[in-house]
Nanobody
Framework: QVQVVESGGDSVQTGGSLTLSCVVS????????LAWFRQVPGKEREGVAG???????RYSNSARGRFTVSQDRSNHQFSLQMNNLTPNDTAMYYC?????????????????????WGQGTQVTVSS
């Protein structure tokens, strides 16, 4: 049974930093793309960052230069380091993994390509 659990969401002031963590249990694939998404009520779920088993990464335009995604392959832990946060980053953040994959991430992260999801962790950035 695959289980995805995110943690690290918090309230922070503009310009601050947060690190989100994701632990994937029971995932049997060693080639994959793991991705972070976020969603604001009333809007579509948005791809933020992805990291593949070979270490390659993808970022949305808003995340590039401010966010860094990384992984610890030994225990299937994944992190999203978020710097210089603004109120526009306020959202529920989700970690996701596909049912299967070829070991790379597409240039555009689509939520429909992912099957396993965590319950989300809330990030709130105040002005």
């Amino acid at each position: 049974q695959v289980q995805v659990v995110e943690s690290g969401g918090d309230s922070v002031q503009t310009g601050g930093s947060l690190t989100l963590s994701c632990v994937v249990s029971g995932y049997k694939y060693d080639r994959y793309c793991l991705a972070w998404f976020r969603q604001v009520p009333g809007k579509e779920r948005e791809g933020v960052a992805g990291i593949a088993s070979d270490g390659s990464t993808r970022y949305s335009n808003s995340a590039r230069g401010r966010f860094t995604v990384s992984q610890d392959r030994s225990n299937h832990q994944f992190s999203l380091q978020m710097n210089n946060l603004t109120p526009n980053d306020t959202a529920m953040y989700y970690c996701a993994a596909p049912a299967s994959g070829g070991g790379y991430c597409y240039s555009v992260l689509d939520a429909n390509d992912f099957h396993y999801w965590g319950q989300g962790t809330q990030v709130t950035v105040s002005s």
